[in-house]
């Protein structure tokens, strides 16, 4: 049974920088889909960042997110800098069976793991 388990959310100030944090364990897929997703109040979960070994970013979040993944550590981190308001939400980790392109990484049902989230708040 594969779970996902995020750490690392908390509160910041803008330009402020956080790292989250997803733990694995069942999950020894190390071409699969893993990925970093948000979603906000009110809004549709998207995408931040994933990939199978190219790593993709959403434009929003380019050249101030960074994902590293350990697969020794079943670990898949995100490094958050020049935080801004906008990154508020609900962060959360997912993994997939199967491998994902440039065309795939941002879709969610490309992913069949996901971890409860982690509540990033940046104040102004």
């Known amino acids: 049974q594969v779970q996902l388990e995020e750490s690392g959310g908390g509160s910041v100030q803008a330009g402020g920088s956080l790292r989250l944090s997803c733990a694995s364990s069942g999950y020894q897929n190390i071409r699969g889909c893993m990925g970093w997703f948000r979603q906000a109040p009110g809004k549709e979960r998207e995408a931040v960042a994933g990939g199978s070994g190219i790593t993709y970013y959403a434009d929003s979040v380019k050249g101030r997110f960074t994902i590293s993944r350990d697969n020794a550590k079943n670990t898949l981190d995100l490094q958050m800098n020049s935080l801004k308001p906008e990154d508020t939400a609900t962060y959360y980790c997912?993994?997939?069976?199967?491998?994902?392109?440039?065309?795939?990484?941002?879709?969610?049902?490309?992913?069949?793991?996901w971890g409860p989230g982690t509540q990033v708040t940046v104040s102004s």
């Open positions: 997912a993994a997939s069976t199967w491998f994902c392109t440039a065309s795939s990484w941002y879709r969610l049902p490309a992913y069949n793991y």
